[in-house]
């Protein structure tokens, strides 16, 4: 019996749907020359990676053209966001301050991103009052 195919983005599947947010409605040319520069892989690979994320919902084909156009079915925000509940859930007992905590201890942040997250922590509890 076949396996389920997984929910979760394999690095791929990634980097398939981060070429086409990058360039918009592509052709499977456009996608495999986009991934040439990071992946050693054949243009069937590439075809049959988009044909199996049609499937699974995560791309979408038009049909009505020639050659057919394939763009992610869902934004790139929506998308992230999914991978991050998921993260929380799975990698920290669906705790956002322990992703948080990992995530400001792992690296050096830039001023200007440290910045962006203050910001953002103000206006965050500026809501909650």
């Not at 990058?22 to 054949?42: E, N």
């Not at 049609?54 to 020639?66: M, P, T």
């Amino acid at each position: 019996m076949p396996r389920k195919p997984s929910a979760q983005l394999n690095d791929v599947e990634l980097e398939i749907l981060r070429a086409l947010w990058d360039r918009g409605p592509s052709t499977i040319r456009d996608v495999h020359l986009a991934l040439s520069d990071a992946r050693d892989a054949g243009y069937s690979s590439t075809a049959k990676m988009v044909a199996v994320m049609c499937e699974k919902g995560l791309l979408k084909r038009s049909a009505s053209q020639r050659p057919q156009m394939y763009e992610p079915a869902a934004p790139e925000e929506q998308t992230q966001k999914q991978i991050m509940g998921h993260l929380i859930h799975k990698v920290f007992g669906g705790s956002a301050r322990k992703l948080v905590l990992r995530a400001v201890q792992s690296q050096a942040i830039p001023p200007d991103e440290a910045a962006e997250i203050r910001k953002l922590l103000k206006k965050l509890e500026g809501e909650k009052r």
